[in-house]
């Protein structure tokens, strides 16, 4: 069986990592203002943290339509695919989802479609698309694939840490957070993002005790499977990756720049972990 996998612009993989592995990514938009941007295409990453420091308004994102959706799926029946796995950020934390399964309803009968809540943002969707697009090129059906990514979701945790909670307020995706609004100003935020919504998980007076508790996380993780970073333009970046250390539990690495979509609603400044941990 030829199965293809379909994600959306949230997941933060690579060019690379997108072209290697056939991977199709339905983009989301951008909204500075009246301004509005296809995430990926009219807007880079580095060129969105630039604009968005050089504004006096905070940005917005939407979902793609069930349409974009439609298209990618049809696209990949007409050149081969007999299945497609598509798999999505969070449920909780956007529309995307729900885009894809329409569009997965309007194209039944012409290709089988399997949409998958990954329960994930940035880094930690983008282990488990690479790992469904491992799979497929290993030649396992849809429901094999739908079937690790179920196992694999559970053992994805996500931990971040924040410069404001500015941005996760403006848009509606504050969660438990929210009890943080009442602390002092200086405090840094730290999050749990494991669930698929943003959970609080303490707070931090100085920038360099936060990345001191992301790094005790990782630490306690114990070997990983994969550990993948990701940063919204922080320039202490190359101080926290140091900061892990070369021990065999923090390989293999990646870091990746969080592109406008996550960027968005975590502000610049913001550094993630997503961890695997070994079985």
Request: a negative charge; one cysteine or more.
């Amino acid at each position: 069986m030829t199965v293809r996998i379909v994600t959306d612009s949230s997941c933060d993989l690579s060019a690379a990592d997108i072209e290697r592995h056939q991977i199709t990514v339905v983009p989301l938009t951008i909204r500075f203002g009246d301004e509005e941007f296809t995430d990926g295409v009219g807007l880079s990453a580095e060129n969105f943290y630039a604009k968005m420091a050089a504004s006096d308004e905070l940005p917005s994102t939407a979902a793609p339509a069930p349409g974009a959706f439609e298209v990618a799926f049809r696209d990949l029946a007409a050149s081969g695919a007999e299945a497609v796995v598509c798999v999505n950020l969070s449920f909780a934390l956007s529309a995307t989802g729900e885009s894809a399964q329409s569009a997965a309803r309007a194209t039944e009968g012409e290709v089988d479609v399997r949409v998958v809540d990954s329960g994930k943002v940035s880094v930690g969707l983008g282990v488990m698309v690479k790992a469904a697009a491992a799979a497929a090129e290993a030649g396992h059906s849809a429901d094999e694939i739908e079937a690790q990514l179920a196992d694999l979701k559970n053992r994805v945790f996500i931990y971040a840490v924040l410069d404001t909670l500015d941005n996760l307020k403006k848009g509606g995706r504050i969660g438990t957070a929210q009890a943080l609004l009442g602390s002092a100003l200086s405090i840094k935020p730290c999050l749990d993002l494991t669930s698929g919504v943003v959970e609080e998980a303490g707070k931090q007076r100085t920038r360099g005790k936060a990345r001191n508790w992301l790094a005790a996380r990782v630490a306690e993780a114990g070997e990983l499977e994969h550990l993948a970073i990701a940063h919204g333009a922080a320039e202490d970046i190359d101080a926290f990756t140091a900061s892990l250390g070369e021990s065999p539990a923090q390989n293999p690495l990646t870091v990746a720049l969080i592109g406008p979509v996550v960027g968005t609603h975590a502000g610049p400044g913001v550094i993630a972990a997503a961890m695997v941990p070994a079985p």
